[in-house]
Nanobody, 122 residues
Framework: QVQLVESGGGLVQARGSLRLSCAAS????????MGWFRQAPGKGRELTAA????????HYADSVKGRFTISRYNAKNTVYLQMNSLTPEDTAVYYC???????????????WGQGTQVTVSS
């Protein structure tokens, strides 16, 4: 299995940017598709962005298209989420997750990090 640790969260003003990182350890990182989920207070967990094992395919929620970019650097066992033009509606706990199928189409995200808080002030 794989262990995941997120970092990079914090407090930012509206229209600002943050970059989240998720470091993986354990089994071969490049075997996994990776996803970033978020959960705002009182809401369900939402798949925000996903990337396949090679980085050749990505998926974004409509709410973040054009503002967020997911990327991965397999040599460093790390996946990133670059978040630009942040709004208060982006405030949530952000979780990194790994899908051992290598593709995100079936949403088999079996492994999760502990989450990192992102707070966007108006």
């Amino acid at each position: 299995q794989v262990q995941l640790v997120e970092s990079g969260g914090g407090l930012v003003q509206a229209r600002g940017s943050l970059r989240l990182s998720c470091a993986a350890s354990g089994r071969t990182f490049s075997d996994y598709a990776m996803g970033w989920f978020r959960q705002a207070p009182g809401k369900g967990r939402e798949l925000t962005a996903a990337i396949n094992w090679s980085g050749s395919a990505t998926h974004y929620a409509d709410s973040v298209k054009g503002r967020f970019t997911i990327s991965r650097y397999n040599a460093k066992n790390t996946v990133y989420l670059q978040m630009n033009s942040l709004t208060p509606e982006d405030t949530a706990v952000y979780y990194c997750a790994a899908d051992p199928s290598g593709n995100y189409y079936y949403r088999q995200f079996d492994y999760w990090g502990q989450g990192t808080q992102v707070t966007v002030s108006s």
